[in-house]
């Protein structure tokens, strides 16, 4: 039995950071339904090679990538532009602990499926929305990806060698860490809201982003700026 055994999540998330979050919870024990596009299913699904094998050891059309951040889940396809596919979320939300979401900031509101609608149906509910640039702000409404979050964030100016020698110059991690490192401060956000739950009977509104996470694990680098302004 897992720490988060009893806990159920609904995953609305695609691609990385969220669903990287939706299954760090599943490994500590919560019951997670991943719901996926009708007809195509999560982007990374198809982002191979390499693909997997089947029990003959022959490829399948499912990539290695969309297993290294979805075990432990139950899936099921709905299309949430359709008002019966809105009716089975909402009725999803209402039995569920926690709703993890990384759709454009504000684009569930005209399906009646952001914090706002949902928090009426279920007080209790976490809900967690993950964005390039957070909720509101000046970039809030653009998309933002690991790639152009490690640039902006400074990752890329402290990785590889300095500037001025062979290979110099802005290097990107070859993992999508920023995503990565996100769905694991996402985790956090969610089981603190889940602990002060207990306390208030309610659940809160976690408004995660890429920009910010980045710009937080810099750690050291960071506050030297701060320091310094260098």
């Not at 999540?9 to 990287?20: F, Q, T």
């Not at 929305?129 to 890329?156: K, N, V, W």
């Not at 969610?190 to 980045?214: F, H, N, P, S, W």
């Amino acid at each position: 039995m897992g720490a988060l055994t009893g806990i159920r999540v609904l995953d609305l998330s695609r691609v990385l950071a969220g669903p990287w979050c939706s299954q760090v919870l599943a490994d500590l024990g919560a019951d997670v339904v991943k719901v996926e596009r009708v007809g195509r299913g999560d982007d990374t699904r198809a982002w191979g090679p390499p693909y997997m094998k089947d029990a003959q050891g022959n490829e399948t059309q499912e990539a290695s990538y969309y297993q290294s951040t979805n075990r432990n889940k139950r899936s099921v396809a709905i299309d949430i532009a359709t008002k019966k596919g809105q009716e089975v979320i909402r009725a999803l939300a209402a039995e569920s602990d926690v709703l993890i979401e990384n759709f454009k900031a504000g684009s569930l509101k005209k399906y009646g499926l952001d914090y706002e609608s949902i928090s009426k149906l279920n007080p209790r509910l976490v809900y967690c929305s993950i964005t390039g640039f957070g909720q509101t702000g000046p970039r809030a409404q653009e998309p933002g990806y690991d790639f152009i979050i490690q640039g902006m964030g400074g990752l890329m100016s402290i990785t590889g060698e300095r500037d001025g020698v062979p290979g110099g110059g802005p290097q990107k991690v070859g993992v999508a860490v920023t995503d990565v490192m996100t769905g694991l401060y996402s985790v956090v956000a969610i089981q603190a809201a889940l602990l002060a739950r207990e306390k208030t009977g309610r659940g809160q509104y976690c408004d995660m982003a890429l920009l910010d996470v980045q710009v937080a694990a810099l750690g050291n680098q960071s506050q030297n700026y701060l320091s310094t302004g260098v």
